[in-house]
Every structure is written in C-alpha cells, then in structure tokens.
C-alpha cells in the first residue's frame, strides 16, 4: 500500500472537489494501479518521478513517485485542471537542497525570468541594513538564487514579508526569520538545517529529507485514511494539526527535568504544541494518565476537540487517574478531586479553613462577597472594601497560606499586593473576610477558590498522585489555588507539569508567581515569536492595543513582544462611531459583503463586549436576513454567523471578525473608581488584553468598530 506524503498547497483543495479529491487518494493510497486512476509518467519531463493521476474529467492530480524504505511513496504536490496540470508537471522537479538537507521543488520555466527589481540608491535594502550577504543567504542558508535575489533588493520588512508570501515552507519561514532581524546562526539552529551528502539512492535521499524537522512545514506523511479524510476536508484551517514549525516540535517531544513554562503571543502555537504533546505523551507510555486543562470549560472542550481532529485514537480518559488523556477545565478538575476525595475531604477543610462545609460539592454565590459588604459595618474606605479587593486578597493571600485567624493574617506576608496594610486596616479585611465565611457556613458551600484549595489539601493527604503528566494552557488566567492543585496532582519528575502561558492575554484575575505556589521552573522557560494565524496587519494592530502597558510574566519578568507573522493582508478597517444604529448598520454592511463574496458563515464573526449587546448584534443580523446566533456556552455553529463576546471568544479562530467595541457602562466605570490605584491599574491592564485577544481571533479581516 503506498504512503501519502501531502504537500501544504496540496492540501488547500478547491471546496467543489475536495469529495473527488478524497476518494482520488483514498485509492491512490490502497493500490496505485487501480483501474480508474490512470497514474501515468508524463513525456519530457524535467523530474522522471513526475506523475499525474485522474480526480474526475477535468482536474488531474500532479505527484511524485519515491520508491524507498521498502514501498512506494506519492508526494502530492497538487490538483489543477487537466491542461495546467500536464503543464505544471513537466515543469517540476523534487531534489534535495545540497546546503541545508531540506526537500525543494523547482520550476523551470519556458519563460524568461523577470530581472529583480532594483533598490532606490538613496535606500540601503532591509537584509544589508541587518549585516546579511547574499552568499549567506545561499550558502549557509540554502535559499535558491532566484528568492535571494528578491530579497536582497527589498527597501524594508514588508517586502520581505510579501516575498515570503509566495513561498510556501522553510523558504517562507526563513524570510520572515531574516525580516524580523535573526541571525543566519540562530536561524540554522531553529530550523535544524544541516548539508547532507547524496547518496546512491535518490530516492532515499528526498525520502530521508522529507523527514527532517523543517520539512514538517511543508509535508506530512498522512498516517491512514481518516488522517487523510481530515487534510482534505479541514484544508488551510486545519494545517495546523499536520504542518508544524520546527521551533513548535522539539517542545512536543523533548523531555524536561521539571516543569517547563512556554510563552509567546496570540497565535504563536501554543495550543498546538500542547495539543500535539499529550498525543506524543500517550503514544509514548499507552498506561500514562495525562492531565490537559485550561480556565474555561469551553477552552476545555475546545482542547478536545483539537485531541480528536489530530488524531481519534489518542484514549481521552473519562475520569481523572484513569489511563489517556482527561480533558478538563481546572474548577471542574477541582470537583472531580473533591468528588473522590472520600475521608481526606473533612481533614482537608479543616486545613485550609478551620472548618468543615456540609455541602462541599455546592459552589458559592457568585454575588456573596457583595452580599457580605453590604450587609456587615466596616471602617474601610471604598478601595478597600470592593468586591475585587477582597476576592484577590482571600484567593492570593489567605488561602494559599491556609489562614483561618485574625492572628494568623495579621501576621502574614503579603508579596505581590499592591495595597499596604496597617495592623488596623488588616483587622478590618479579616472582619469581611470572617463574615464572608461565616455566611459561607450556613449555606455549606466552598467558593470556586475555596474548591481548589481543598482539593489540593486533600491531594497532599493521600500516598499517590492520579496524574503522571499535566499539560496547562493559559496558564496566566489561573489562581494561586489552582496552582497548588496542578502541583498536588502530579508528583515531582521529569515531563510533570508543562505551562503555555501569555501575559497579555490575561483576562481574568489577578496576576501570579509560580514560584510562590510550589511550581520551580528554574530555567525551563522558552518563548515562540512566529505568528502562524494573524497577518502582520492584524497583528500590528492588536500589538498596538498593548503598547505602553507594564505586563509582567508567571516568573516575575517583564513581558516582551517582538512577534512577527508569516502572513500579509489587507490593513484592518477602523472607524469611530457615534450611535448604537450606526455600529448595527456598519456591522450588518460588513458581514453580507463577505457573505457575498463566498465567504463561509462560521469563519465570519462579530465580538462584543457582553452578551446584552450580543443579543442586539443578534437581532440585527437576521432582521436583515443574515442567519446569526448568540454563542455562550455552546460551540460555534455551521453555517451560522457567530456572535461572540470577547471573553467567549477566547480560543476561537476566524477569517474575517467585527470587532465591536463599545464605551464602559456607568457602572462599570463607578467599578472602576472604586478600586484601589493598583487595583485599577490592573484592572486596566485587563481590559487592553481582552481588546487584544479580541483582535488575535481575525485570521484574514479585521474591522474595529469603536463607540466611545
């Protein structure tokens, strides 16, 4: 049976023929001589491997044909209509790059090459300006003459980035390397590049290239025909699952000694690396129980997804400590812990509070600590006595520390707070925080943060630990007490807990410190710069949003940028609006002109600030006869325009977003006064990050829709 090697422009499919396409390959990949396909050599061509084969009457497939290892292999280059194709294929040529090792294809053109544009003399070209020769370029790098040229002569990065745009794979990866300023050392050892002598077999030789790291951006080996059945139908927007940088796989596959932290902006990979690394974890050890969890359940939920569309035969565990993969949003990862917490669970509460809760499996009232100031005297001045004052004090200073006492908070160290407290000042939090308690006892409920804590406590009291391997993704929205759960759930050893994380994409919560919660990275901590979904355009924009904010990291570092992105597009479209009915109008404009185009409904989006607006949005759309809907907890729907606030909207992707954003309401900007200067700033801090995590959803356009 022959293997399937897909090229990434094969595998961006003209909808209309992706069904030909598939069964085309499914049979390709079962017997290569079966009646039908009429897998044929074409007559001077320039690669004797060349062949084409038959989709339907009209379009022909254009491969190679690699026998090695014992089968036979078919590179697909790509589908075209049948005279294109003939041509295309006489043209093209497999070879292995002498200088770098890596698999290349060349055109030869019956045409004359067009000259390389000549730089403007008073403008020294980007790549000069940065210390690069052409000689490194070729030499070192292996990039073909023609693309050197091109890049040699372009005035700045945005040239650059265009070049790179017509380039599929390492070529294009290594523009946007030189464009962001690397150097041509730091770039050989990222894309472990490395000049490989040929051998007798030619075959061998491009099979053997078409395994290295950096060809995995180009090339996959589709591994059945359900994996194959994904390329095909998910096409560019499931490129991510099949095609993967270099810089992303060593952290699927390389073992650490302890923890390990990764960081790096919106759609730098994150999520893919964690998603292929609890594949390579289960296919390392099939008994290994592996932990993936997040904040959100429908971060959760998106995460298993994922899981399922790289590969259905990784085991998701239904049940912590049971063998697979268990996919779980950390507070239901906190239930599941109490649920099954048998005799611990009383000593634990006792240790965290003081005190036992009848109903430990009830959470909270979301409005209690509201609730408590309202209705207990205190002498604290408004920015003491808020709700988000004192939620963050409880979460990041009394329960990690287990205080159940006055005595004990008057005594505690508080690193990190923003708010200094005299010996009064402290005696009057403890009083709310006593009577938050207190009302907490009656109902016998523990809070979200409470949950964790006991969990984790409860955890420290039993002989074994139910996970060998925790995976987290967004790691900067969690609690000090999730922390200290993700700790207790794994013991200490290699490849135990593995972090993504970005500060500027913390929405929720206060920041933390790992090291003050039992998590010592001590080094283990790597950054991704490469952007592979949002165009620079996109991306400049949203890095925009964040300019001038002081964004700290997991470790206490200060939060870098430098992200570049492989993709160009149009500028995103920004407008000031000065009614609720122009934004409606603006947003209903917007959304049929991509319909009309062809877009597809479920790749175009509209976010918002919250769901009273969402609902509107809603309501507008289908008054105009655009099928919408409100998404909350539910996936995106198929064939339906999604609604989306930014909140929800985290962990989504689509081609085309509205971004609506609309002034603070007064009460949120009463909120805002009310808080301590730390506080707000935070709070402040936030609120850009969510405009940015907004923006970072848009693949292709973006418009920014700005009330106020």
């Given at each position: 049976?022959?293997?399937?090697?897909?090229?990434?422009?094969a595998?961006?499919?003209?909808?209309?023929?992706?069904?030909?396409?598939?069964?085309?390959l499914?049979?390709?990949?079962?017997?290569?001589?079966?009646?039908?396909?009429?897998v044929?050599?074409?007559?001077n061509?320039?690669?004797?491997?060349?062949?084409?084969?038959?989709?339907?009457?009209?379009?022909?497939?254009?491969?190679?044909?690699?026998?090695?290892?014992?089968?036979?292999?078919?590179?697909?280059?790509?589908?075209?209509?049948?005279?294109?194709?003939i041509?295309?294929?006489?043209?093209?040529?497999?070879?292995?790059?002498?200088?770098?090792?890596?698999?290349?294809?060349?055109?030869?053109?019956?045409?004359?090459?067009?000259?390389?544009?000549?730089?403007?003399?008073?403008?020294?070209?980007?790549?000069?300006?940065?210390?690069?020769?052409?000689?490194?370029?070729?030499?070192?790098?292996?990039?073909p003459?023609?693309?050197?040229?091109?890049?040699?002569?372009?005035?700045?990065?945005?040239?650059?980035?265009?070049?790179?745009?017509?380039?599929?794979?390492?070529?294009?990866?290594?523009?946007v390397?030189?464009?962001?300023?690397?150097?041509?050392?730091?770039?050989?050892?990222?894309?472990?590049?490395?000049?490989?002598?040929?051998?007798?077999?030619?075959?061998?030789?491009?099979?053997?290239?078409?395994?290295?790291?950096?060809?995995?951006?180009?090339?996959?080996?589709?591994?059945?025909?359900e994996?194959?059945?994904?390329?095909?139908?998910d096409?560019?927007?499931?490129?991510?699952?099949?095609?993967?940088?270099?810089?992303?796989?060593?952290?699927?596959?390389?073992?650490?000694?302890?923890?390990?932290?990764?960081?790096?902006?919106?759609?730098?990979?994150?999520?893919?690396?964690?998603?292929?690394?609890?594949r390579?974890?289960?296919?390392?050890?099939?008994?290994?129980?592996?932990l993936?969890?997040?904040?959100?359940?429908?971060?959760?939920?998106?995460?298993?997804?994922?899981?399922?569309?790289?590969?259905?035969?990784?085991?998701?565990?239904?049940?912590?400590?049971?063998?697979?993969?268990y996919?779980?949003?950390?507070?239901?990862?906190?239930?599941?812990?109490?649920?099954?917490?048998?005799?611990?669970?009383?000593?634990?509460?006792?240790?965290v509070?003081?005190?036992?809760?009848?109903?430990?499996?009830?959470?909270?009232?979301?409005?209690?600590?509201?609730?408590?100031?309202?209705?207990?005297?205190?002498?604290?001045?408004?920015?003491?006595?808020?709700?988000?004052?004192?939620?963050?004090?409880?979460?990041?200073?009394?329960?990690?520390?287990?205080?159940?006492?006055?005595?004990?908070?008057?005594?505690v160290?508080?690193?990190?707070?923003?708010?200094?407290?005299?010996?009064?000042?402290?005696?009057?939090?403890?009083?709310?925080?006593?009577?938050?308690?207190?009302?907490?006892?009656?109902?016998?409920?523990?809070?979200?943060?409470?949950?964790?804590?006991?969990?984790?406590?409860?955890?420290?009291?039993?002989?074994?630990?139910?996970?060998?391997?925790?995976?987290?993704?967004?790691?900067?929205?969690?609690?000090?007490a999730?922390?200290?759960?993700?700790?207790?759930?794994?013991?200490?050893?290699?490849?135990?807990?593995?972090?993504?994380?970005?500060?500027?994409?913390?929405?929720?919560?206060?920041?933390?410190?790992?090291?003050?919660?039992?998590?010592?990275?001590?080094?283990?901590?790597?950054?991704?710069?490469?952007?592979?979904?949002?165009?620079a355009?996109?991306?400049?924009?949203?890095?925009?949003?964040?300019?001038?904010?002081?964004?700290?990291?997991?470790?206490?570092?200060?939060?870098?940028?430098?992200?570049?992105?492989?993709?160009?597009?149009?500028?995103?479209?920004?407008?000031?609006?000065?009614?609720?009915?122009?934004?409606?109008?603006?947003?209903?404009?917007?959304?049929?002109?991509?319909?009309?185009?062809?877009?597809?409904?479920?790749?175009?989006?509209?976010?918002?600030?919250?769901?009273?607006?969402?609902?509107?949005?809603?309501?507008a759309?289908?008054?105009?006869?655009?099928?919408?809907?409100?998404?909350?907890?539910?996936?995106?729907?198929?064939?339906?325009?999604?609604?989306?606030?930014?909140?929800?909207a985290?962990?989504?992707?689509?081609?085309?977003?509205?971004?609506?954003?609309?002034?603070?309401?007064?009460?949120?900007?009463?909120?805002?006064?009310?808080?301590d200067?730390?506080?707000?700033?935070?709070?402040?801090?936030?609120?850009?990050?969510?405009?940015?995590?907004?923006?970072?959803?848009?693949?292709?356009?973006?418009?920014?829709?700005?009330?106020?």
């Open positions: 049976m022959p293997t399937i090697i897909m090229g990434k422009l595998s961006k499919i003209d909808g209309s023929i992706r069904g030909k396409a598939m069964t085309f499914q049979k390709l990949s079962t017997d290569d001589t079966a009646l039908g396909l009429h044929e050599p074409i007559h061509s320039v690669d004797p491997r060349v062949r084409t084969g038959r989709v339907d009457d009209f379009w022909r497939a254009v491969m190679f044909r690699l026998d090695g290892d014992g089968e036979t292999h078919y590179v697909i280059h790509g589908i075209w209509p049948h005279d294109d194709a041509t295309i294929a006489r043209r093209v040529r497999l070879k292995v790059n002498p200088v770098n090792g890596l698999p290349q294809i060349d055109e030869v053109s019956s045409t004359p090459v067009s000259e390389a544009p000549t730089a403007l003399p008073s403008v020294a070209p980007l790549l000069t300006r940065l210390g690069h020769d052409r000689a490194d370029l070729i030499e070192t790098l292996g990039l003459d023609v693309v050197v040229d091109r890049a040699m002569v372009a005035a700045d990065e945005d040239a650059v980035l265009e070049l790179a745009q017509h380039h599929e794979g390492w070529v294009g990866t290594i523009l390397d030189l464009a962001a300023g690397d150097s041509v050392d730091a770039i050989v050892a990222r894309m472990q590049l490395e000049k490989t002598d040929p051998s007798s077999d030619a075959d061998a030789d491009v099979l053997q290239s078409l395994k290295r790291p950096a060809a995995a951006l180009q090339y996959a080996f589709i591994d059945g025909q994996e194959l059945r994904r390329v095909i139908e096409g560019d927007f499931g490129a991510w699952r099949i095609f993967v940088h270099p810089e992303q796989r060593r952290y699927v596959d390389r073992t650490y000694k302890g923890p390990f932290r990764l960081s790096g902006g919106a759609g730098t990979g994150k999520t893919v690396v964690l998603v292929h690394r609890a390579a974890l289960a296919q390392r050890d099939s008994e290994a129980r592996i993936l969890t997040t904040f959100t359940t429908n971060l959760a939920e998106a995460l298993g997804d994922s899981l399922t569309q790289l590969d259905p035969r990784v085991p998701q565990a239904r049940g912590l400590g049971q063998a697979g993969v996919v779980s949003g950390v507070d239901a990862l906190a239930a599941a812990v109490l649920r099954s917490a048998g005799g611990s669970l009383v000593a634990a509460m006792r240790d509070l003081g005190e036992e809760r009848s109903a430990p499996l009830v959470r909270t009232s979301s409005t209690r600590w509201r609730e408590t100031i309202e209705s207990t005297g205190t002498t604290l001045n408004q920015e003491l006595a808020n709700e988000t004052f004192l939620a963050t004090e409880y979460a990041h200073v009394v329960l990690p520390n287990k205080i159940y006492d006055e005595t004990a908070y008057l005594r160290r508080r690193p990190g707070r923003g708010v200094a407290l005299d010996r009064a000042r402290r005696s009057a939090v403890w009083a709310l925080i006593a009577a938050y308690r207190a009302q907490s006892r009656i109902d016998g409920s523990l809070d979200f943060t409470e949950a964790a804590a006991v969990a984790a406590a409860s955890l420290g009291m039993q002989s074994k630990r139910p996970v060998d391997h925790v995976l987290v993704d967004e790691g900067q929205d969690l609690s000090p999730h922390w200290q759960l993700l700790r207790a759930l794994v013991d200490e050893h290699p490849d135990d807990l593995f972090i993504a994380e970005d500060s500027h994409q913390r929405i929720y919560g206060s920041r933390v410190v790992l090291g003050r919660y039992g998590v010592a990275i001590v080094g283990r901590s790597q950054r991704l710069t490469l952007n592979y979904r949002t165009t355009q996109n991306l400049q924009y949203a890095m925009s949003i964040l300019d001038g904010g002081g964004y700290v990291d997991l470790e206490e570092e200060s939060e870098v940028t430098g992200y570049r992105s492989a993709r160009t597009g149009p500028v995103p479209i920004v407008k000031a609006i000065d009614s609720l009915a122009n934004e409606l109008q603006l947003i209903v404009k917007h959304i049929r002109a991509w319909l009309e185009a062809g877009g597809s409904p479920e790749t175009i989006a509209v976010l918002v600030q919250d769901r009273f607006h969402r609902d509107r949005v809603v309501t759309l289908t008054e105009h006869g655009i099928d919408a809907r409100a998404v909350d907890r539910d996936r995106p729907p198929v064939g339906r325009v999604p609604v989306l606030t930014m909140h929800r985290k962990g989504t992707e689509f081609s085309k977003v509205v971004l609506a954003v609309g002034k603070p309401s007064a009460a949120e900007l009463a909120r805002l006064e009310s808080l200067a730390s506080e707000r700033a935070d709070a402040e801090l936030r609120a850009r990050s969510l405009r940015y995590v907004a923006a970072t959803r848009a693949r292709d356009e973006l418009v920014v829709l700005s009330r106020g």
